[in-house]
């Protein structure tokens, strides 16, 4: 009888967590979700500068991604491979890009991913961003 109680309850348990994942949890509205993506829905991705990639996802949603530093060798790869621990990137999650570099393989940190309307909003902002950053 305690056997089945026990087994019953487990049920219940697993039944309660399963209802519960529509949910939005504190996690997704902190990381901003419009800002996030799958990394396997990228469809289309370049290099702006060292530091700002742009990405395409699908027909019509388009990303920022800024990196930690300057990526030296990213404007010239001809492809790159996006990494997070959970195959979604979003804003300070830690993902990184790596791309192969004179042969060698070269990994850079991912600080800041952002939604955009087009390739040509990604690009000012990395100008803007770009110009800023030589001024100090």
Known sequence: MTGKLLFAALILCMSTTGCASGETTAD???SGTSDCFYIRNVNGWS?????????????SKHYLLTLFASCPGLRYANAIALSNHMG???PNDFGAITFRDSGMLTRCRIT?????????EAAALAEARSATEEEE
């Open 28 to 30: 997704e509205t902190s």
């Open 88 to 90: 979604r990137m979003c």
């Open 112 to 120: 800041n991913v952002e939604a955009v309307t087009s390739r040509e």
């Open 47 to 59: 290099s702006l500068d060292r530091k700002h990639v742009y990405i395409k996802e699908g027909v």
